[in-house]
């Protein structure tokens, strides 16, 4: 069989794949890069690579639930349905809530948009993109009109200089950095990194500006001063184009909240290379004042003409595969549908369009307000599809609480346990990446087609057939009668004619009348063309608008002394659901890390590989502490992305305050106020086995995906219960009271290796590596397997950086020890950063680290 041209399940960079079915039981697949693809030209990440070890069918919901126990599809609809119906007759349409996500197709943002705002009446959908890129959203429109990203990814090939701000594009773009690296060979291209963290992005930078947490408006505000006073405005273009907020130039103050000599080397390069392209992500959007942070950085490229050219403008990079789509078709409180608002006349065109009996009176809550409204019991019956808010939103002490307030919670997942799913009534079945059919579309307004690769497995279906089979139930079948994903595409096509209407860019009109085949072999294409607002802004007077825009006070609070950043790893996606499955993606970083100052640490007394926990006035979390010069002195910085389902500790939306930015609605993950404390666990151990458990009662646990199962890290106080940690078998034992040490090797029936724990409460405990890699393995002696090592020892390879690879932080020095000077001759000597690719700026790390160490020894 050929290949399938398919897109990427992760991030919103949205590469083109080339998937190869290997047999259709076991779910094999070859996962390449696809040539042919505008978005990567064949290139992937880490993640995409190993798409094909998340793609089994461990752990999936494979049938309708209703709470634990299985249902049938007719009854679980039916229930859905009659609570829906319920709801509305007794509390009203506003009662009834969708939370959706930016890994929804278009086609089931579209039904799902059409159901709620419709024929239920009401406007409380909203998306994860909220926590995403809403921000960015209400940046665009308050500048431009309407949501348009100005820029697309040929910009990236063409530009002379690029400012990253709150991107740390090379571990969660990664594919984007590879080829701002490529244009960087060609031309010359200056890379400048905007974040308070020395993120491996921005050890790759030409120039680094540690800005201080939320000082981006002062930081272009002060850029743009500066260039006005090098006469850099461009005059020209703003007489034509652009119309100034009053007061605007007179309230641009020249404080840049930077020292001194990085602000003139920073105005230096952006006076001299206009040809100059801002990409900015969640160090951006994820702020209370991230819309003014978006306004900041599109006044500046107004002001100076760097837009609407080729390698210039201002570029929001999304996150999710499909996070634009959602904001194409309406997926937000605060939009209607295809880029239309709530006036009278857009409300009644949409009427006649959808046929619709219903349509709701104006803006729905954002997703913050939503889950307020469902703790105070104003929304009774809430329906989440493809997105984990029990983990991923805010404060998630209060999230849970008023899930399990909730008279009706519905879930729509491809996890059976996920932290969310715990709270629903009902759970459904959907389809996942190599399942479902389909469009996304990506940063840069390209839609491309996700394509089904496998028959759908046990009782799943659509996300959008779903809702259509609820709407049936519900009586409004004839509505959402589609037999296919093309007929809802070709749907949504049509109705951007309302848009097109009204002067607005997005307009698909192309494919209004599309025909199953022609959908099918859809190649993939951006709306609005390369340069979308080169034609003219689509506001009343055709300009675009200067927002005046004025940096927050810093924040300061004596309890919670340290400003709290939250962010993402090179390897993992969101809450793990999918990416903590996969083996080799599960080594880069098996824990959850506190990073912190070296002089925090001191501080505080925390000591790098014990544990720390943070506290808020939200809650508290523990992690394993990192002790880093990356981080500035009075900041933090905790991964997003473990849940209860993965481990006991570090969950990180404990942690955050409810404040939003006043405009977007968007969350401030970014910029918390936090303290921290070491954690002195009795005793600590790690233990491997076969099956996934749940401790209880301990201060610390996480487990990893290791090949044949999972690695567990543990501690704890007082006595440990090793009976039930262990499963039953073959034990084989060793103890030392003193130094408080057990180790404990279980053998199945077979022989095979079922679990090892190892305890100490003082000592050292092994290496972990060795000892998984036995999971399910006869090979070691028992001997071996209590010392946690092999009689002939292994050369140590330290941290694993090339997961594609498996090559470890030792293999490359001893590598650079051999005379390997960069990181092409690395990969000569060691294969690591020769497939993907992800990991070639850790090995450029360690490069300038050893060459800088050779260097002092030589003085
Ligand atoms: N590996 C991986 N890739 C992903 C994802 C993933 O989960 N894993 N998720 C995808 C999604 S949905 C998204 S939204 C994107 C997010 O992609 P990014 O935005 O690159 O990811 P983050 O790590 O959340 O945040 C980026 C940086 O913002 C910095 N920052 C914090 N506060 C400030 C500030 O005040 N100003 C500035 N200038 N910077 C600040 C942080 O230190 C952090 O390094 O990634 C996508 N890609
Ligand atoms: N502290 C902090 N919190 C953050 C962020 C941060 O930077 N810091 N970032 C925020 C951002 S930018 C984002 S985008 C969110 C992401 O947060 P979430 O959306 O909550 O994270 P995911 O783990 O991607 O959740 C997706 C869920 O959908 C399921 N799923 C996958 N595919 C499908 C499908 O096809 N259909 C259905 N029905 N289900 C599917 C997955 O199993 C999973 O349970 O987190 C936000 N939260
Ligand atoms: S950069 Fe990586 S995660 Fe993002 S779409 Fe491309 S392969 Fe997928
Ligand atoms: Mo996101």
Redesign the pocket.
């Known amino acids: 069989m050929g290949a399938t041209r398919t897109t990427c399940a992760?991030?919103?960079v949205g590469c083109g794949i080339a998937a190869e079915v290997s047999g259709n039981d076991d779910r094999g697949v070859v996962i390449t890069g696809d040539r042919m693809h505008p978005a990567n030209h064949g290139r992937l990440c880490s993640?995409g690579t190993h798409l094909g070890e998340t793609v089994g069918l461990e752990g999936r919901l494979l049938a309708p639930m209703i709470a634990e126990r299985e249902a049938s599809w007719d009854e679980a609809l039916g229930r859905v349905a009659d609570r829906m119906r319920a709801c509305i007759a007794e509390h009203g349409p506003d009662s009834v809530a969708l939370y959706l996500s930016?890994q929804l197709l278009t086609e089931d943002y579209y039904a799902a948009n059409k159901l709620a705002k419709g024929y239920v009446g009401t406007g409380n959908v909203d998306t994860n993109s909220r926590l995403?890129?809403a921000s960015a959203v209400a940046a665009y429109n308050r500048a431009f009109g309407e949501d348009v990203v100005p820029c697309s990814y040929e910009d990236l090939d063409a530009t002379d200089l690029v400012l990253l701000?709150?991107?740390?594009?090379a571990?969660?773009?990664?594919v984007i950095w590879q080829r701002l690296e490529k244009t960087r060979e060609r031309r010359g291209t200056k890379i400048v990194v905007?974040?308070?963290?020395r993120?491996e992005?921005a050890e790759q930078a030409d120039l680094h500006v540690a800005?201080?947490?939320?000082?981006?408006v002062a930081l272009f505000n002060a850029l743009l001063a500066d260039m006005k006073r090098r006469s850099l405005v461009d005059e020209e273009y703003l007489a034509a184009h652009v119309e100034a907020d009053a007061g605007f130039w007179e309230d641009l103050s020249p404080e840049s909240g930077i020292p001194d000599a990085v602000f003139r080397k920073l105005c230096d390069l952006v006076a001299a290379h206009p040809r100059m392209l801002t990409l900015f992500?969640?160090?951006?959007?994820?702020?209370v004042c991230g819309t003014d942070?978006g306004n900041a950085i599109t006044n500046f490229h107004l002001a100076t003409g760097r837009i609407n050219r080729i390698g210039a403008g201002p570029f929001s990079?999304?996150?999710?595969p499909n996070?634009m789509g959602g904001r194409e078709v309406g997926g937000l409180a605060n939009m209607l549908a295809c880029h239309l608002g709530f006036a009278e006349d857009e409300r009644a065109d949409v009427a006649e369009f959808w046929k619709a009996p219903n349509v709701c009176s104006g803006p729905g809550l954002k997703a913050v307000e939503m889950f307020r409204a469902v703790h105070e019991g104003r929304i009774k019956f809430l329906w989440v599809m493809a997105t984990n808010p029990a983990v991923s939103l805010p404060d998630t002490g209060f999230v849970r609480e008023a899930l399990s307030r909730c008279p009706t919670v519905v879930v729509s997942d491809i996890i059976a346990d996920t932290d969310t799913g715990r709270f629903a009534h009902i759970r459904l079945p959907a389809l996942g990446w190599g399942e479902k059919d389909g469009t996304v579309t990506n940063s840069e307004r390209c839609i491309s087609r996700q394509r089904a690769l496998f028959p759908p497995p046990g009782e799943a279906r659509a996300d959008w057939k779903i809702v259509a089979d609820v709407a049936a139930r519900m009586g409004w079948g004839e509505s959402f009668a589609w037999p296919d994903a093309a007929s809802v595409y070709r749907e949504y096509a049509s109705m951007t004619s309302l848009a097109k209407a009204r002067g607005k860019v997005l307009n698909l009109t192309a494919h209004a009348d599309i025909t199953a085949a022609e959908y099918e072999a859809l190649e993939p294409f951006k709306w609005g063309g390369e340069r979308p607002l080169a034609g003219g802004y689509p506001t009343p007077s055709g300009k675009a608008r200067l927002v005046r825009v004025t940096p927050p006070a810093p924040a300061t609070n004596a309890e919670f002394p340290l400003r709290l950043?939250?962010?993402?790893?090179?390897?993992?996606?969101?809450t793990m659901t999918r990416t903590g499955l996969s083996p080799a993606l599960s080594q880069h970083r098996p824990e959850p890390l506190l990073e912190v100052h070296p002089a925090d640490a001191r501080a505080a007394g925390l000591v790098d590989g014990g544990l720390g926990r943070v506290e808020t006035a939200s809650g508290a979390s523990v992690y394993r502490v990192r002790v880093s010069d990356g981080q500035r002195c009075g900041e933090v910085?905790v991964p997003?992305?473990w849940a209860d389902a993965m481990a006991g500790e570090g969950r990180s939306n404990r942690l955050p305050s409810r404040a939003v930015d006043p405009v977007s609605g968007q969350p401030g993950y970014?910029?918390g106020a936090a303290r921290v404390v070491p954690v002195k666990p009795a005793w600590r151990a790690f233990l491997v086995r076969r099956d996934v458990i749940a401790p209880q009662g301990l201060v610390y646990w996480t487990r990893a995906r290791v090949k044949a199962g999972w690695l567990y890290e543990l501690a704890g106080d007082g006595a440990i219960d090793m009976a039930a940690l262990l499963p039953a078998g073959e034990q084989m034992e060793v103890a030392d009271p003193v130094r408080g040490m057990r180790r404990i090797a279980v053998r199945g029936d077979d022989g095979s290796l079922i679990a090892a724990a190892y305890l100490t409460r003082s000592g050292e405990l092994p290496a972990r590596a060795w000892v998984a890699d036995q999971l399910g393995l006869d090979a070691a002696s028992a001997a071996e397997l209590l010392a946690g090592r092999p009689s002939t020892p292994l050369p140590d390879r330290g941290p694993i950086v090339c997961v594609c690879h498996g090559v470890g932080e030792k293999d490359i020095v001893l590598a650079l020890d051999d005379g390997a000077a960069s990181v092409a001759d690395v990969g000569g000597c060691t294969r690591a950063g020769t497939n993907c690719g992800s990991c070639r700026p850790a090995i450029a790390k360690l490069i300038k680290v050893f060459s800088s160490r050779e260097q002092e020894a030589a003085q």
Request: aromatic share 8%.
């Open positions: 992760y991030c919103g993640k930016g995403c890129m701000v709150g991107s740390n594009t571990w969660c773009h990664p905007v974040d308070p963290r993120t992005t800005v201080a947490p939320d000082g981006d992500s969640q160090g951006a959007n994820q702020s942070k990079i999304t996150g999710q996070a950043n939250t962010a993402r790893y090179r390897d993992q996606w969101h910085c997003m992305h970014k910029n």
